[in-house]
């Protein structure tokens, strides 16, 4: 059964770096696309990046490109997360998930990691 386990959220101050990591136990990801939604309390989830099963394609939301990096480690059966100049509008839970393609339906969510960003 597949199970992703989303880690490295935490509290940082604008201007600054996390790096969030999603692990696959139990289930290869190598076929899948990789993606991180974000969701705020009361708001709708958002899909904010996507990469393709080699890791060749990559995409981004328009409000993170340039400062987000997603990235995906095949071997490790991990998908990363590295985010820079972070703003106190990237608040939110950021969620892993697991499609067929980028453009396709989310087969598997992980449980969500918190980030915070504020002064």
């Known amino acids: 059964q597949l199970q992703l386990v989303e880690s490295g959220g935490g509290l940082v101050q604008p201007g600054g770096s996390l790096r969030l990591s999603c692990a696959s136990s139990g289930f290869t990801l190598d076929y899948y696309a990789l993606v991180w939604f974000r969701q705020a309390p009361g708001k709708e989830r958002e899909g904010v990046s996507c990469?393709?099963?080699?890791?060749?394609?990559?995409k981004y939301v328009d409000s993170v490109k340039g400062r987000f990096t997603i990235s995906r480690d095949n071997a490790k059966n991990t998908v990363y997360l590295q985010m820079n100049s972070l703003k106190p509008t990237d608040t939110d839970i950021y969620y892993c998930?697991?499609?067929?393609?980028?453009?396709?339906?989310?087969?598997?969510w992980g449980q969500g990691t918190p980030v915070t960003v504020s002064s």
């Open positions: 990469i393709s099963s080699n890791g060749g394609s990559t």
């Open positions: 998930a697991v499609k067929t393609y980028c453009s396709g339906s989310v087969t598997s």
